[in-house]
C-alpha cells in the first residue's frame, strides 16, 4: 500500500492518504511484509511462493483524461516495481465517475481515462481483469495490482550496507509543474511566480511531469536485479525524503542515508524558492505522483545501472517504444553506518533536468485536453 | 468484480455500479473468468495454480459504523465465496474519510468501521495487510480480497444441469429494509407504508437486513463443496433476477432457470407492495447488499444443504459462534432445459422469513448508533 498525498488539482480535489492500517497475519514461512512498505508481501501455502500485491488510487491532477488513465495504473505498478518486480498477474481498475459531469462530459472522459489505465497496463506486460465503478461528487481513478512470486523474484526493501550509493530514476517536482501549470489562470498565484518562468516554460515543464508520471518504472525494476540491488522504494506522496526515511527505517543493518542532490525538473526549483519553500521542494518534502525508485545499489555497479536507464529504451524487457524511452536515472547519494534515519545536506546539488522535446508518443486520436470536472 | 448498485442512504449517498470493463489477457492454461462474473481467475505461471481476486466498495446504508465495516467486508469475501473458496490469502482495505466529518466524528466513526472490517475478515480466516485511505465527500468503505487456488479449491460458475435445483442461502429486501428504515423520519414516505407496518417491525427488519449483510457466505462456501454444487453466484446489486440471470448466461449447458419462490424478510413484501411495487422487490430486481448464494444444487443434495446450513453453527468451518448463526437457505427455483435465461415465475410464493431476536452479537463496548456523516 503506497503512500499518496495530495496535490491541490484543479477542480479542487485533495487526495490525501490519512492514515495507515492493518495487521499482519499468524507467523508463516518465507518474508513477509504488511504495512509500511510499497506492496504486501504474503507468503502462500503453495510452493514457496508469494502474494505481492498493492493498491492506489487517487483524484485527477492533470487536464488530460488518457494521460490521468496511464499516471494512475503507472503509479500502481510502481509499487511492484520497488521490489524489482517486473511482471504483473493481475490487475484490478478502481473508478468513480463525478456525478457532476453531464453525459457528454462522461462518454469523453472516461472512456480515454480508461484506455489511458489499459494502455499502461498493457505496457506493463498486464491487463485489467476488473474492478469496480461507483458515482461519486469527485472523479477516482486508481487500481490494484497483484502478482504471485518465486523468491528470486522480488528484492525485500532491507538490505542496504553502508557503501552502497542511492539512485533515483526520475527527476522531482511534479507537484511544482502540476501546480504551476493551475497557477497560470489565477493572477494572484501567476504573479508569484512569473518573474522566474514564463508560460511557455511552466507548459513544457507540465508536459514532461507529466510524460515522467506516465513513464512506468519497469525498466529499473528490470535492471535492480542486473545490478544486484539491496533495496528500493517508489517516491511518491511524502516526498524524497519522506520515502528515504521510509525505507531506511526498513533496514537489516545500521545505515542512514545522506542525500547529495536533488534532480529537478528545469526551472520548478527556482518557482519553488520565489513561491516562499513552495511545497517544501528543495527539503524533499514536495509530493510526487508516479515518481522515480529511490535505489541502493553498490556503488560499482550504479553508474553503469544509470547507463543502462538512458540506453534501455526498454529493451531490457524486449519492448520497444514505450512511453519513457530515454529515462535517465542520477546517483543521488550514499549509504553510510547510522541508526536508519536519512536526511539531505544543508546545501543540496540542484540537477536541472531540461525538458525532453513534447509528447512523442502522444494518445492516439483524441484531443488530448478535456477537462476532467 | 461484483455488481453493486446502491441504495440512497440517509446521508444522501447513493452508490451505483455503473459499467463493468476490461479485457482478457493472452490465452493461457487452465480455467479463466474475466469480467462479468463476481470473481476474476487468472491461471498463474506456477504449478496449476489460479489467482482469484475480487473488488468492491461502496457508501455506508446503515448507520453503525462497526456493522458497516463488518458488512463491506463481507460483500467483498462473498465474491469468493460464490466461487466455493473458503480462504482467502489477503485483504486491502479501501477506506475514504468524508471531509464533511470533524475531528470528533471521525475519531469515532473510522476506527469502528475499520475495526468491523478487521474482525469480519478474521472471522473469514484472513487479515487486512494493506489499503488506501483518502479524503472524499462521501465515506468509502471497500476492500480487495485475493487467494491463489489450486483447482480443487474452487467451483467454476458454468456447470448447471437440467434438473438442478436453485437455493438462495439468505432473504431478499435489505435494501427495502434500510430504506423503510430511513422513512420513518420523512413523514411523506412513511405515510405510504404507515398501514402495513410499525415502526417496531421496521426496527426489527432493519436489525435483521443488517445483521444478515454482515454474515460471512464462508459456511455456504464449504458446503457447496460437501454437496457438489454445479454454479454459483451472489446476490447484490442487481436484485435475484438480475443475477440469476447473470448465472444464467455463464452455464456451459443449454439450460435456464426457474423462480418459484421469493424468500423476503418479514413485511418487507408488503411495504414494497404498499408503496407500489417499491423497488421491484416481487419482481426480483431491488438492490440486495451482501445478500446470499444463489446456488445450482444437484436436486438430490438441496435438502441436506438447507439442512446443514441451519444446523452449522459454521461448524463445517471449525468456528462457534460467528454473526451468521443459525442462517437459513431456502430452495427457491429449478434448472431446466433452456437458452440460458432465468425468469420468476408470474406468481412466485413469497416466503415471509421472521426476524430473529436483535442482535445477539452486538458489537463490543460502543453505543452503535453513531451518524455516519
Not at 178 to 184: D, E, K, L, P, R
Not at 290 to 294: F, H, M, N, V
Not at 296 to 304: F, K, S, V
Given at each position: 500500500?503506497?503512500?499518496?498525498?495530495?496535490q491541490?488539482?484543479?477542480t479542487g480535489?485533495?487526495?490525501?492518504?490519512?492514515?495507515?492500517?492493518?495487521?499482519?497475519?499468524p507467523?508463516?514461512?518465507?518474508?513477509?511484509?504488511?504495512?509500511g512498505m510499497?506492496?504486501?508481501?504474503?507468503?502462500?501455502?503453495?510452493?514457496?511462493?508469494?502474494?505481492?500485491?498493492?493498491?492506489d488510487?487517487f483524484?485527477?491532477?492533470?487536464?488530460?483524461?488518457?494521460m490521468?488513465?496511464?499516471?494512475a495504473?503507472?503509479?500502481?505498478?510502481?509499487?511492484?516495481?520497488?521490489?524489482g518486480?517486473?511482471?504483473?498477474?493481475?490487475?484490478?481498475?478502481?473508478?468513480?465517475?463525478?456525478?457532476?459531469?453531464?453525459?457528454?462530459?462522461?462518454?469523453?472522459?472516461?472512456?480515454?481515462?480508461?484506455?489511458?489505465?489499459?494502455?499502461?497496463?498493457?505496457?506493463?506486460?498486464?491487463s485489467?481483469?476488473?474492478?469496480?465503478?461507483?458515482?461519486n461528487p469527485?472523479?477516482?481513478?486508481?487500481?490494484?495490482?497483484?502478482?504471485?512470486?518465486?523468491?528470486?523474484?522480488f528484492?525485500m526493501?532491507?538490505?542496504?550496507?553502508?557503501?552502497?550509493?542511492?539512485v533515483?530514476?526520475?527527476?522531482?517536482?511534479?507537484?511544482?509543474a502540476?501546480?504551476?501549470?493551475?497557477?497560470?489562470d489565477?493572477?494572484e498565484?501567476?504573479?508569484?511566480?512569473?518573474l522566474?518562468?514564463?508560460?511557455?516554460?511552466?507548459?513544457?515543464?507540465?508536459?514532461?511531469?507529466?510524460?515522467?508520471?506516465?513513464?512506468?518504472?519497469?525498466?529499473?525494476?528490470?535492471?535492480?536485479?542486473?545490478?544486484?540491488?539491496?533495496?528500493?522504494?517508489?517516491?511518491?506522496?511524502?516526498?524524497?525524503l519522506?520515502?528515504?526515511?521510509?525505507?531506511?527505517?526498513?533496514?537489516?543493518?545500521?545505515?542512514?542515508?545522506?542525500?547529495?542532490?536533488?534532480?529537478?525538473?528545469?526551472?520548478m526549483?527556482?518557482?519553488?524558492?520565489?513561491?516562499?519553500?513552495?511545497?517544501?521542494?528543495?527539503?524533499?518534502?514536495?509530493?510526487?505522483t508516479?515518481?522515480?525508485?529511490?535505489i541502493?545499489?553498490?556503488?560499482?555497479?550504479?553508474?553503469?545501472f544509470?547507463?543502462?536507464?538512458?540506453?534501455?529504451?526498454?529493451?531490457?524487457?524486449?519492448?520497444?517504444?514505450?512511453?519513457?524511452?530515454?529515462?535517465?536515472?542520477?546517483?543521488?547519494?550514499?549509504?553510510?553506518?547510522?541508526?536508519?534515519?536519512?536526511?539531505?545536506?544543508?546545501k543540496?546539488r540542484?540537477?536541472e533536468?531540461?525538458?525532453?522535446?513534447?509528447?512523442?508518443?502522444?494518445?492516439?486520436?483524441?484531443s488530448?485536453?478535456?477537462?476532467?470536472?
Open positions: 500500500s503506497d503512500r499518496q498525498a495530495g491541490d488539482g484543479r480535489e485533495s487526495g490525501e492518504e490519512t492514515s495507515e492500517f492493518g495487521q499482519l497475519g507467523v508463516s514461512h518465507g518474508p513477509r511484509l504488511g504495512i510499497d506492496s504486501c508481501v504474503i507468503p502462500l501455502r503453495h510452493g514457496g511462493l508469494s502474494l505481492i500485491q498493492t493498491t488510487f483524484y485527477p491532477l492533470v487536464e488530460d483524461p488518457y490521468m488513465g496511464r499516471i495504473c503507472a503509479n500502481v505498478l510502481s509499487d511492484l516495481y520497488a521490489m518486480i517486473t511482471e504483473c498477474d493481475n490487475m484490478l481498475m478502481l473508478l468513480s465517475i463525478s456525478q457532476k459531469m453531464n453525459d457528454k462530459e462522461r462518454e469523453h472522459v472516461m472512456p480515454l481515462m480508461m484506455r489511458g489505465f489499459r494502455d499502461a497496463a498493457e505496457e506493463g506486460g498486464t485489467v481483469t476488473g474492478g469496480q465503478t461507483v458515482m469527485w472523479i477516482i481513478v486508481g487500481g490494484v495490482a497483484t502478482v504471485v512470486c518465486q523468491p528470486n523474484d528484492i526493501p532491507d538490505g542496504a550496507i553502508p557503501g552502497d550509493v542511492l533515483l530514476t526520475k527527476p522531482l517536482g511534479t507537484q511544482v502540476v501546480n504551476a501549470h493551475q497557477w497560470m489565477i493572477p498565484k501567476w504573479n508569484k511566480i512569473k522566474v518562468i514564463s508560460k511557455e516554460e511552466v507548459e513544457q515543464a507540465y508536459q514532461e511531469a507529466m510524460l515522467n508520471m506516465a513513464t512506468l518504472n519497469r525498466t529499473a525494476a528490470a535492471l535492480m536485479h542486473k545490478f544486484n540491488a539491496h533495496a528500493a522504494t517508489d517516491v511518491t506522496g511524502f516526498g524524497i519522506g520515502h528515504a526515511q521510509n525505507l531506511a527505517k526498513q533496514q537489516r543493518n545500521d545505515v542512514a542515508f545522506v542525500i547529495h542532490n536533488l534532480p529537478i525538473i528545469a526551472k526549483a527556482a518557482i519553488s524558492k520565489a513561491g516562499g519553500n513552495l511545497f517544501g521542494l528543495l527539503q524533499g518534502t514536495s509530493s510526487e508516479s515518481g522515480g525508485l529511490l541502493c545499489l553498490p556503488r560499482e555497479q550504479a553508474a553503469r544509470c547507463a543502462e536507464m538512458k540506453a534501455s529504451r526498454s529493451s531490457s524487457l524486449g519492448q520497444d517504444g514505450g512511453i519513457g524511452d530515454g529515462q535517465q536515472a542520477w546517483i543521488i547519494g550514499i549509504v553510510e553506518k547510522g541508526n536508519r534515519c536519512a536526511r539531505i545536506i544543508d543540496p540542484i540537477i533536468v531540461p525538458y525532453r522535446a513534447l509528447l512523442r508518443h502522444s494518445p492516439p486520436r483524441h488530448g485536453a478535456a477537462s476532467t470536472a
